[in-house]
Nanobody
Framework: QVQLVQSGGGSVQAGGSLRLSCGAS????????VAWFRQAPGKEREGIAS???????RYADSVNGRFTISKDNARNTLYLQMNSLKPEDTAMYYC?????????????????WGQGTQVTVSS
């Protein structure tokens, strides 16, 4: 059972930056997909970034070029660097982990979830 604990987030003006962190209770360096999802009010949760054990990254079109997913295997920590934030990025953000080789931006393989952290971007 992998436990994920998130930190970071908060409020920022449009154009600003934030970094989210997600600490895992055990190593997810090998054989795991790790990812970030978000859910805006009234919308379904969407996958926005994932990375596999080999470092292959995937991004949703809505964040590609602005957000960067990274992981520090020595610290068992996943990050999401968010730059050029827009009001439409306002959402609850979740980290997730699950066994896998190919890491989709869909919930199907992600068994473990962080508690969520709010990101609010004002115009």
């Amino acid at each position: 059972q992998v436990q994920l604990v998130q930190s970071g987030g908060g409020s920022v003006q449009a154009g600003g930056s934030l970094r989210l962190s997600c600490g895992a209770s055990e190593s997810t360096a090998v054989g795991y997909c790790v990812a970030w999802f978000r859910q805006a009010p009234g919308k379904e949760r969407e996958g926005i970034a994932s990375v596999d054990s080999d470092g292959q990254e995937r991004y949703a079109d809505s964040v590609n070029g602005r957000f960067t997913i990274s992981k520090d295997n020595a610290r068992n920590t996943l990050y999401l660097q968010m730059n050029s934030l827009k009001p439409e990025d306002t959402a609850m953000y979740y980290c997730a982990a699950g066994r896998g080789v190919w890491c989709p931006l869909r919930e199907i393989i992600y068994r473990y979830w962080g508690q969520g952290t709010q990101v609010t971007v004002s115009s």
